[in-house]
C-alpha cells in the first residue's frame, strides 16, 4: 500500500525549541507539500518541494524553513517555536502537477508551550 | 486567483438523513481540476473524485453523488441515506492546469448524529 508517513502523531515542544518535522514517501512522487489545518482556515500551503533541493514558499511561510535532501523524504523545520504555531501539520505528495490530487500523511498534531 | 468556498461550517444531520455539501470555486482557467476529500478522525485526508472542468456529467458512487455546475461554479456533493461513519470534515479543493498545487476551501465538518 503506497504511503505518506509522518513520523510523530503529536509533539509538545516549548516556546524557543527548534523542532523537525519529518515525512516520507514510497511512491517516487516528484512534488511533495506541507500544510497547516486551523479551525475555520482550512488547510494553507506553507512550502512545497517539486525537486530535490528545490522549494517554494507556500502562502505562510514565515516561522518556517524547509529540507528536501532526498526524493522521499521533506522535512519542515520551526527555526524557533512559537504558541501560535500550535496546529496540526499535514504532509502531502504527488506524482507531478496538481491536477494528479495528493496522498496525504495522517498528520503532526504540534502543541508549543 | 484560484479561490475555493465551502460556505457550510459545520453540518450536524440525524442518521439516514440526505445531506448536500456545497462548494464554489474561482478560477479564470477554461481548464482546471475539482476534488473532494475527506478527513476523518485519524487524520488523514482521503482521496473520494477527481473532476475536470470538461467533464460536467454528474457522478454517483454509492450513496455519493457529485453535482458539477459550471454555470454556477460549484461542485456539491451529497451523501444519500448518511450514516455515522460518514462524519468526518470534508474539504473541496481545485487544481488549474498547469499547477503544481492544489487550493483548498475551509472544509464542512459533518456530523451524523445516531
Known amino acids: 500500500d503506497v504511503k505518506v508517513t509522518q513520523s510523530s502523531r503529536y509533539l509538545v515542544k516549548r516556546t524557543g525549541e527548534k523542532v523537525f518535522l519529518e515525512c516520507v514517501q514510497d511512491m517516487d512522487h516528484e512534488n511533495m507539500f506541507w500544510y497547516r489545518q486551523d479551525p475555520g482556515l482550512g488547510l494553507r500551503l506553507i512550502y512545497f518541494?517539486?525537486?530535490?533541493?528545490?522549494?517554494e514558499k507556500g502562502d505562510i511561510p514565515e516561522g518556517y524553513s524547509v529540507s528536501r535532501e532526498k526524493k522521499e523524504r521533506f522535512s519542515l523545520i520551526l527555526e524557533s517555536a512559537s504558541t501560535n504555531q500550535t496546529s496540526m501539520y499535514l504532509c502531502?505528495?504527488?506524482?507531478?502537477?496538481?491536477?494528479?490530487?495528493?496522498?496525504f500523511g495522517s498528520g503532526t498534531r504540534l502543541t508549543v508551550v | 486567483a484560484q479561490k475555493v468556498t465551502q460556505a457550510q461550517t459545520e453540518i450536524s444531520v440525524v442518521e439516514k438523513e440526505d445531506v448536500t455539501l456545497d462548494c464554489v470555486y474561482e478560477t479564470r482557467d477554461t481548464t482546471y481540476y475539482l476534488f473532494w476529500y475527506k478527513q476523518p478522525p485519524s487524520g488523514e485526508l482521503v482521496f473520494l473524485i477527481r473532476?475536470?472542468?470538461?467533464?460536467?456529467q454528474n457522478e454517483i458512487s454509492g450513496r455519493y453523488s457529485w453535482n458539477f455546475q459550471k454555470s454556477t461554479s460549484s461542485f456539491n456533493f451529497t451523501i444519500t441515506a448518511s450514516q455515522v461513519v460518514d462524519s468526518a470534515v470534508y474539504f473541496c479543493a481545485l487544481s488549474e492546469m498547469g499547477a503544481q498545487k492544489l487550493v483548498f476551501g475551509q472544509g464542512t465538518r459533518l456530523t451524523i448524529n445516531p
Open positions: 473532476r475536470n472542468s470538461f467533464d460536467e
Open positions: 518541494s517539486y525537486d530535490v533541493k528545490m522549494k
Open positions: 502531502a505528495s504527488s506524482q507531478g502537477g496538481g491536477f494528479y490530487g495528493y496522498t
